[in-house]
């Protein structure tokens, strides 16, 4: 395993772009005279406000919603808690030790996730030219990059090999021929067909090469053509619910290592693609840990420690999902009867309402189509009251921006806010702006405990790549002001702020 694993190693290949800043967003912020602390820092050109440790994702988010509506702002909006990032690769590194995580871009390209993975050592997974452009442009090694799309452009081909990407999958001849051709340098990965078929999204319609007999016909053909192949991949699905088609997936890995060495392959890498859950209880009962259970224990019989396998994975929810926090203000209402609702007939008598928010299904929400989530809304601010049933519209003209067809919530007026919280995966990625809505502004909270960790590793890996150790992060006391700072910063204050 390598040492990049742990939250406090760092990766002495990476290194970081230094990006231009500007505190025009938080010059919205009541300007402030006195600090002790410094109160921002800039974590590749994003600006993260240093919040203190009893600070979540939800008071930052109230106090942010509170500052909008006395401005008369009613704009919808992330909270980015990096904090969360840092405890999630925590969980990674603690439960699956020897598992190098390489980040699934397509998840959530927002420059701060990924800044902040990079940091920690994580690699990426990247399926196309932008996403390679986008993590090397972070200055990241182009070694730590796995070009994990089985079917690539040729141009896109052309430009991993003009940008020294390496690593790439496949799992079809056709692409075997197009890869010899445009990048021979190329180290390739085979992709099976591993499935749990109980995943929220299966993928493996679309990719893998059968493992019995298929795989290894692609692994001679690749010796003939005298394509290297260093190992073997799959994905059992996003949102796994059966571990087993890890086990599984690993025991095939294991098979066809030994084929592949038989044609002369140097295999090391076994790749266990994603399917991790982006939060608890996100894939029903499994939990994260009981899928690294089963992961480790098929790795200890068939990849035991010490041998020179290398074993990586390419999350995407995992750590995605739980960092984003999102805020959505209700922009209309109607009064309705129940039974436009519930479509029960027989609730013709009961009062019931449908509210616009602004953020649907061609923003944010796309995952309900895209990713098959149900999200769940609440008021920002718990309302008294009793529940009616509800509806929540977006905000387009279209009647397909549904985003709840049916709840039970407290009555709200126009104004209010609303909270879905682990909103990071397959969310913006995706999102359009769609009838001229933009996408949510993003906010950012980091502690200052976790700030000074983040220096550190910059610190220490810039000095390994012998750049400037203060590139791609600094702080600022700028005398913007700040909203933690109407936040209380003891357990004992924020029960008297909210009870
Ligand atoms: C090749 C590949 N790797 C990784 C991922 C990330 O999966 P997840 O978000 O379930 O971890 C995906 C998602 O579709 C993928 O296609």
Redesign the pocket.
Known sequence: MSNLMGLYTFSPNSTSAVASSSFEDTALFAPRTHHMHKKHMILGDQDVEIVSNEISSLNYATAMADKLTKESRDEPFFVVDVSQILRRHKVWTTALPRIHP?Y?V??NNHRLLLNVLATLGCNF?C?SKGEIEAVLDMGVAPERIIY???CKTASYIRHASARRVKTM?FDNEQELYKIKNLHPEAELVL?IAVSDPT???P?NLK?GAEPETAAPALLKLAAVLDVKVVGI?F?V????RDPTAFAIGIAYAHKLFEKGKEFGHPMRIVDL????P?YAGATGHVTFEQMADVINAALNIHFPEGCDAQII??????Y?ASAFTLCCTVIGKTNVTADRVTKEENMKDQPAFMYYINDGVYGSFNCILYDHVQPVGRPLKPKDGPNYWTALWGPTCDSLDLVQAQCQLPQLTEGDWLVFENMG??TFAAGSEFNGFPRPEIRCIVTRSDSTLLHMLRAKMMAGNGADSSSGISESEDDAGSVAESLPNSDQEMSEMFF
Not at 237 to 240: E, I, P, Q, R, V
């Open positions: 390489y699934a397509k998840c997974d399926a994990a799309n089985p999958t992709r995943a929220v999204c993928l990719f991949s994905h699905g996003s949102g796994c693609g994603g399917g991790f982006g994975a390419e999350p995407g929810r995992f995605a995966a397959y």
